[in-house]
């Protein structure tokens, strides 16, 4: 089955370490993105990519950092820098068009204390 | 920055119950998508809207664009305990796509 694969589904963190999320995706597609949710907020956009090697600031990057070497994956670092980095976090991907819809791995939620 | 306002944020029906959730944007949008999230689930397309004025239905749902496409509800007929969850519309701006803040919908049985 193609799909968005998240691991690990729950991550506890010391504060001042560094996490990485990992994210894959078999769908081929070549846009990829993540982001963060919060309770009363909706979903707000870390980072982008679309395409292998290239990445964009969303709307919160402060505080986190990606790199996309390989068009299947699409990892998260989430920094000591992040102030408030408690939180449930989406991968998503994307097909050509931008019309097309995203589909979301099943998410991360990470808990920093 | 870019922004879609979604309301209510939170609803509470008796099963049986009509419920609706609203989007507005400031700008004219090229399409709007909708998406359910069940509790501990993740966003799940349900939609997407593209030509002014449209609606279009899925069983109980019935989606609509607004006349002047800066606008679009969600309207579900008679709910059942199935509809739970959070429903969010989403925008593209460039080549981000914008979520409005969501609207959790409970039912009680």
């Known amino acids: 089955d193609g799909g968005i694969t998240q691991s690990p589904k729950y991550l506890f963190r010391k504060e001042g370490q560094n996490v990485t999320l990992s994210c894959e995706q078999n769908l081929n597609h070549d846009a990829m993105y993540w982001y963060r949710q919060d309770p009363g907020q909706g979903l707000r956009l870390i980072y982008y990519s679309q395409i292998v090697n290239d990445f964009q600031k969303g709307d919160i990057a402060e505080g986190y950092s990606v790199s996309r070497e390989k068009k299947e994956s699409f990892p998260l670092t989430v920094t000591s820098a992040q102030k408030n980095p408690t939180a449930f976090y989406l991968c998503a991907s994307r097909g050509t068009g931008m019309n097309s819809p995203l589909h979301f791995g099943n998410g991360t939620r990470l808990t920093v204390t | 920055g870019q922004q879609v306002m979604q309301i209510p944020q939170y609803q509470h029906v008796q099963e049986g119950e009509d419920f609706t959730t609203y989007c507005n944007s400031s700008?004219?949008?090229?399409?709007i998508q909708w998406y359910k999230q069940r509790p501990g689930g993740h966003p799940v397309f349900l939609i997407q809207?593209?030509?002014?004025?449209e609606v279009k239905k899925q069983k109980r749902l019935t989606f609509q664009f607004g006349e002047a496409k800066k606008n679009s509800s969600l309207h579900i007929t008679a709910t059942q305990t199935t509809d739970v969850g959070t429903y969010f519309c989403a925008a593209p701006y460039g080549n981000k796509l914008v979520f409005g803040a969501g609207t959790i919908l409970r039912v009680k049985s």
């Open positions: 809207l593209v030509k002014s004025g």
């Open positions: 700008t004219t949008l090229s399409n």
